[in-house]
Nanobody, 120 residues
């Protein structure tokens, strides 16, 4: 059974940085990817970034390219977020599944989410 647990959310000022972590277990690391999504207030959940275990470059949404970085340390996938803007506010979810499904927004499993608020 796949389990994904997010941590690291909080309140940060515009221009600041935050690092989210997703600790996973039960993921078929040989074939899967782990990604991050965001759901802003009143908006649909959107794909942000994904990292595949089979290699290749990470995938990023245009809205976060150059500001967000996804990487992996052991069984934790982290999302480093820099130059944060008020529009980055939302609930951030970790998810896993085949890479194409994660990037398309239809992963197999979801975490419970962690709140990020960017405000002065």
């Amino acid at each position: 059974q796949v389990q994904l647990v997010e941590s690291g959310g909080g309140l940060v000022q515009p221009g600041g940085s935050l690092r989210l972590s997703c600790t996973f277990s039960g993921v078929a690391v040989s074939t899967y990817a782990v990604g991050w999504f965001r759901q802003a207030p009143g908006k649909e959940r959107e794909f942000l970034a994904a990292l595949s275990w089979t290699g290749g470059n990470p995938d990023y949404a245009d809205s976060v390219k150059g500001r967000f970085t996804i990487d992996r340390v052991a069984n934790t996938v982290q999302l480093q977020m820099n130059s944060l803007k008020p529009e980055d506010t939302g609930i951030y979810y970790c998810a896993s599944g085949p890479r194409k499904m994660v990037v398309a927004g239809t992963p197999s499993s979801w975490g419970q989410g962690t709140q990020v608020t960017v405000s002065s």
